[in-house]
């Protein structure tokens, strides 16, 4: 079982930057797909950002270029960093883990996953 804790949440004003982690309890033997997904209220979850094992990395179109997943193997920490932030990126934002591969992108099962951290974008 893995544990996972989001944290760097915040508000912050359109064009800005924040860094998200996710801290997990546990060390992850490869492979494996980590994951960064965001979602609104009364709107299904959206994939962000998906990196396997072998630090390959997939994005959204939508934050593609301003979005960057990266991960502290030492600690066990998976970060998003976020910049050029608009509104529209305003939501919860989750991370998520499953063993494996990445084939199946953001439809993979996730079966760990941490309890969010939210991000405000004002104009």
């Known amino acids: 079982q893995v544990q996972l804790v989001e944290s760097g949440g915040g508000s912050v004003q359109a064009g800005g930057s924040r860094k998200l982690s996710c801290a997990a309890s546990?060390?992850?033997?490869?492979?494996?797909?980590w994951a960064w997904f965001r979602q609104t209220p009364g709107k299904d979850r959206e994939g962000v950002a998906l990196m396997n094992s072998a630090g390959a990395t997939m994005y959204a179109d939508s934050v593609q270029g301003r979005f960057t997943i990266s991960k502290d193997t030492v600690k066990t920490t998976l970060y998003l960093t976020m910049n050029s932030l608009q509104p529209e990126d305003t939501a919860m934002y989750y991370c998520?883990?499953?063993?494996?591969?990445?084939?199946?992108?953001?439809?993979?099962?996730?079966?760990?996953r941490g309890q969010g951290t939210q991000v405000t974008v004002s104009s």
């Open positions: 546990a060390y992850m033997h490869a492979p494996y797909c």
């Open positions: 998520a883990v499953q063993y494996g591969s990445c084939s199946a992108g953001f439809e993979g099962v996730f079966p760990y």
